[in-house]
Nanobody
Framework: QVQLVESGGGLVQPGGSLRLSCAASGRTFRSYTMDWFRQTPGKEREFVAAISWSAGTTYYADSVKGRFTISRENAKNTVYLPMNSLQPEDTAVYSC????????????????WGQGTHVTVSS
């Protein structure tokens, strides 16, 4: 079992930056791929990025490639998502689930979800 708590969301102007963090509890954290997903009301949850347990492999949705960077510190049981050049379409609730599959798998295998953190991009 892994418990996940996301933080770092807030209100930012277009073109601005935020860094999201995801703190995990549980000794098995380092054995999982970690993802970031986002969701807006009325829309399906959207995959954003994933990182392998060793941090050796990352994978991004085309919509965030070059702007977002996923990383992890297994010693701190934490995953990060610095986000740059934010746009209004990035507004969403961001979650960091633990995943059983490789970052570049054709589908995700999410096992555990956190509550999410709100990101609003608006002038």
């Amino acid at each position: 079992q892994v418990q996940l708590v996301e933080s770092g969301g807030g209100l930012v102007q277009p073109g601005g930056s935020l860094r999201l963090s995801c703190a995990a509890s549980g000794r098995t954290f380092r054995s999982y791929t970690m993802d970031w997903f986002r969701q807006t009301p009325g829309k399906e949850r959207e995959f954003v990025a994933a990182i392998s347990w060793s941090a050796g492999t990352t994978y991004y949705a085309d919509s965030v490639k070059g702007r977002f960077t996923i990383s992890r510190e297994n010693a701190k049981n934490t995953v990060y998502l610095p986000m740059n050049s934010l746009q209004p379409e990035d507004t969403a609730v961001y979650s960091c689930p633990a995943d059983s599959r490789l970052p570049n798998a054709s589908s995700r295998g999410v096992l555990y979800w956190g509550q999410g953190t709100h990101v609003t991009v608006s002038s």
